[in-house]
């Protein structure tokens, strides 16, 4: 069976035609297996979706529960048939209830990452190696600069910095879904007990996290502090995380003097941290580095790697050159080119 | 070389003026000699390495890394310096990291053949921002948003000196520059009788518009061509003689023809100029003269420059920046009329009697070389820096023409996410030729409208190049504006412009409706 005939790229996204359904599409379609809860996999209006509970859960807060007509709540590990092809989600490390979409058609096993990681993650199941003739990869960080330190290393940075500048604010830049919460559980496992404050647009999602077993500590509206000079004074010295779109926003004016921090693979290059006037940049990345990359592909073993979103030349250039045979799937409407290189406001998950 | 490196990684992170002084200051008062002079060597650029290149360090990267995957991170970082740090592959148990001092004494000391090794064991020693400062530092382009100026204004701050003190020894100092701490420390003389032919920082303009003339009184003004040359000051002082940009580079190495020029203890300031049978060349002349280290004989007998003086600063032993222009005027018009001489002249004023007239002659200027006027107040002492309301300048406008965008570059440093250099092209038949490369003129807001248009109207991908739909329906318009036009074999459209830059995004234009190659042509003649 050719491997066109299990998998194929459309405009909506990759398509499986013998059990007719698609995974991660980027428009409304009757079948959908989603990865993760992030927004360019995950949007609403899908007839069906099959995926992890949390996944589910995610959508249903994001979208409100009509996002679809029909859930089916896939726990990680066990098997599921949709059209008589079998799927089974298995961790993929990225954020809580992220899954790896493994898809068997007559013995053929292809496997479709979606985004993630091989780091150490307090908020969700570590990645699963699953062998298998294809393996579809993210390559977000697919290039060789990009080497995330590890994330403690990141924290107590910035936990010197609070020390250093006792007075000012540490406003931190984090993603809503998974970055923000793993920040606040890596500063839990640091030590660090004190309320974190938080931007609106991330009570909802911290709240789900902790309904589904996440510990995330004394977490407190930034806004409740924020009414008069005087409740503001909490925020000298203080965590308050908020989404990247609100760091240069007029909403943080109310901080008083801040610190910008922003957490983010991004933040190993220096033009993109000055782009965004970051003062302490945190390099924690949900996205595997390249060296998370080219080990999975390693241990993974595939018969052939499919690259999709992000840096995929160089990845499939090395990919090539140990003897994996390679190539990279245009899939458009995630963030085409790696994601960071459309201008801010667009820059999604990393 | 730790220290050094944290230095330089919060300046690179610290967007205020401020924010930036302090950090040079904290660090050159907690870090010992001669680390702190070299540093300080390092930021005012006068640190350079005969053997130690951007070449070197690129190979040294290809010898560890595959050459495509370095290749391609170099795309995509835009910084040859963080691109090897980043990529530089870790070896565990390697050396420990040497100091700032000893890696440029090393280097000074160390022979072409032995460079490769010791950069190469530095590299393993050191962590990414170690390499980083440490290509930085070899390759001579810090990058961290800080000019000489600010690093010396620091500096004085440390012994809470002006920094125009600074700037009067300075010429007489050697790097690491301990005489000058120990100074500013309190703990020895001020460094003197060593500094001869200083460098006196700038008084600078700022750009009128017509509009604004009539809230100024003609009378108050005088008025001087402005010259298409570069800004010098040129001083000589018992016998040493030197030549500076507007900034305080000390430039005179290249231009040994014009050191012959100067009449003995003056400083003057004027405009750098080719000249060609006593009148001054366009500016596209002395670009073949700048930017060069040294200087042939062919260059000097084809593109001659000279100076064309409008200032005086210093006379013997008077400092004459307190007296008014007028004053100055008088002093300068005196020592030229017996120190003139073929290639150091006096730059003429021009009349003032209202504003409509010398509209009249701005827009008829004598010279090719003349890109505008000077507007400078009769009782102006002269200042550093750009003090408002004393100098002006009124520049010609610019020529402009409706070009289409033909090629979009990712830009580098800070812009590297977007697309934000442009190659613009005209009519040629029914063809469209580029005729040059602007990355300025734009907005913040505007850079993203073009930049979403060059991702949505991609042709081609060629690394970091995109080639943008451009028919003649298709495609985006720029009204270009530019300073001038002249012949070039390497364009294919046999012109290249001067000082491009996006004046206006013609979204309401079809690319049909742009300009003819005709149009420029006829600029040339």
Known sequence: MRAEQILRTTPAGLYCPRGDFYVDPVRPVARAVITHGHADHARAGHGAVLATPETLAIMASRYGAEFTSNRQAAAYGARNTINGIDVTLVPAGHVLGSAQAVIEVSGKRVVVSGDYKRRQDPTCAPFEVVPCDIFISEATFGLPVFRHPPAEEEIAKLLRSLKTFPDRCHLVGAYSLGKAQRVIAHLREAGYDAPIYLHGAMQKLCDLYEALGVRLGDLRPAMDMMKTPLTREVFKGAIVLAPPSALNDVWSRRLGDVVTCFASGWMRVRARARQRLVELPLIISDHADWDELTETVQEVKPGALWVTHGAEEALVHWSNSIGIPAMALNLVGYDEEGAGETPPAAEPAA | MKRFAALLDSLAYQPQRNGKLRLIEAYLRDTPDPDRGWALAALTGNISFKHAKAGLI?????????????????????????????????????????????????????????????????????????????????????????????????????????????????????????????????????????????????????????????????????AEWKWDGIRVQAVSDHGEKRLYSRTGEDISAAFPDVMDLLPDDVALDGEL????????????????????????????????????????????????????????????????????????????????????????????????????????????????????????????????????????????????????????????????????????????????????????????KFGPVREVTHTSETGLVFEVAFEGLARSARHKSGVAMRFPRINRLRWDKPPRDADRIETLEAMLA
Request: proline fraction near 7%.
């Open chain 2, 58 to 222: 690129r190979g040294l990267a290809e010898s560890r890394v595959d050459p495509v995957l370095f290749g391609l991170s170099y795309d995509y970082v835009g910084d040859l310096a963080e691109t090897v740090a980043l990529i530089w592959p870790a070896k565990p148990g390697a050396n420990r990291a040497p100091e700032l001092s000893e890696v440029i004494e090393t280097l000074n000391a160390a022979s072409k053949a032995d460079i490769p090794r010791l950069v190469e064991s530095w590299l393993d020693a050191l962590d990414p921002d170690g390499r980083w400062a440490l290509i930085k530092l070899m390759t001579g382009a810090l990058r961290v948003g800080v000019s000489a100026r600010l690093a010396k204004t620091a500096t004085a701050a440390l012994g809470g000196q002006e920094p125009d003190e600074i700037e009067l020894v300075w010429p007489g100092l050697e790097a690491p520059y301990e005489n000058l701490f120990a100074w500013l420390e309190g703990k020895a003389e001020r460094p003197s009788g060593i500094a001869r032919a200083p460098f006196r920082p700038v008084m600078l303009s700022h750009p009128i518009e017509d509009r604004d003339l009539a809230q100024l009184n003609p009378h108050d003004f005088a």
């Open chain 2, 273 to 460: 100029l080719v000249f060609r049978e006593g009148a001054p060349a366009t500016f596209n002349d002395l670009q073949q003269r700048l930017n060069r280290k040294t200087v042939t004989k062919p260059m000097l007998r084809d593109f001659p420059a000279g100076i064309r003086a409008y200032d005086i600063l210093h006379q013997g032993e008077d400092d004459l920046r307190p007296l008014n222009f007028r004053e100055r005027r008088a002093r300068l018009e005196a020592l030229l009329t017996t120190a003139a001489r073929d290639r150091l002249d006096l730059s003429p004023l021009v009349p003032v009697t209202n504003w409509d007239d010398l509209q009249t002659k701005r827009s008829n200027p004598p010279s090719p070389a003349v890109e505008g006027l000077m507007l400078k107040r009769w009782d102006s002492a002269y200042l550093p820096g750009r003090v408002r309301g004393e100098w002006f300048k009124w520049k010609r406008d610019p020529h402009l023409v409706d070009a289409v965008l033909m090629y979009a570059q990712r830009g580098h440093g800070k812009r590297s996410s977007f697309y934000s250099d442009y190659t613009f092209g005209v009519w040629k038949g029914a063809e469209l030729v580029p005729v040059g490369k602007a990355y300025f003129g734009f907005t913040d807001e505007e850079l993203k409208e073009i930049d979403r248009f060059v991702r949505n109207n991609t042709e081609n």
